[in-house]
């Protein structure tokens, strides 16, 4: 059974950099988008991007000035980095894997549980 | 930029009725990119539904899904008790590379 888990700090400072980190257990990083969604409080969905186990990605362009992300696959896993945070990027941080090709979308089948990250001082 | 908005915001139903939720594209898209999950409160987001009709792995079938080009519908035949909760449409492969609708709230009447 494929499992995501996020990790990185709960709380980060106005104007630094949040980082979060996913690993993946019980299947291979191989083949799959790895998407980060985050849900700010009391708001909807919203996808910041994803990486493909191949290293490329494509980004939110409401967010890709600020955003980057990364694959390890000795580690099984991905991350996320956000520079320049405000207390609008305060949301819980979601990462998911999906596959796509040609007239063919899984969905996001697999999802973390979530962190939440507050930028506060 | 395609935006997907979805309708009603808010359902009121009582178990045992039928739930029919919107989701509308702004423009014509692949009915094959098109997804449907639920989140409850506290909870990572579910697949329910992917490829515009085709059920996930252990959805229960009263969940379905229909539609094509700019018009898409979740329908749950009989709503339960653990059925109320938030749910998104969710587009892929066009400008942004995934979009969410904004969500419809199913709540208990």
């Known amino acids: 059974q494929v499992q995501l888990q996020e990790s990185g700090p709960g709380l980060v400072k106005p104007s630094e950099t949040l980082s979060l980190t996913c690993t993946v257990s019980?299947?291979?990083?191989?083949?799959?988008?790895w998407s980060w969604i985050r849900k700010p409080p009391g708001k909807g969905l919203e996808w910041i991007g994803y990486?493909?186990?191949?290293?490329?990605?494509s980004y939110n362009p409401s967010l890709k000035s600020r955003v980057t992300m990364a694959v390890d696959k000795p580690r099984n896993s991905f991350s996320l980095t956000v520079t320049s945070v405000t207390s609008a990027d305060t949301a819980v941080y979601y990462c998911?894997?999906?596959?796509?090709?040609?007239?063919?979308?899984?969905?996001?089948?697999?999802w973390g549980p979530g962190a939440l990250v507050t930028v506060s001082s | 930029e395609v935006v997907l908005t979805q309708s009603p915001g808010t359902l009121s139903l009582s178990p045992g009725e039928r739930a029919t939720l919107s989701c509308r594209a702004s423009?014509?898209?692949?009915?094959?990119?098109l997804a449907w999950y639920q989140q409850k409160r506290g909870q990572a987001p579910r697949l329910l539904i992917y490829?515009?009709?085709r059920g996930a792995t252990g959805v229960p079938d009263r969940f379905s899904g229909s539609g094509s080009g700019t018009d898409f519908t979740l329908t749950i035949s009989r709503v339960e008790p653990e059925d109320f909760a938030v749910y998104y449409c969710?587009?892929?492969?066009?400008?942004?590379?995934?979009?969410f609708g904004q969500g419809t709230r199913l709540e208990t009447k």
């Open positions: 998911a894997r999906g596959e796509g090709f040609n007239d063919f979308w899984s969905g996001l089948d697999y």
């Open positions: 019980g299947g291979s990083i191989g083949r799959y988008f």
């Open positions: 990486i493909y186990y191949t290293g490329s990605t």
């Open positions: 423009q014509s898209v692949n009915s094959n990119y």
């Open positions: 490829g515009a009709s």
């Open positions: 969710q587009l892929y492969g066009y400008s942004p590379s995934i979009t």
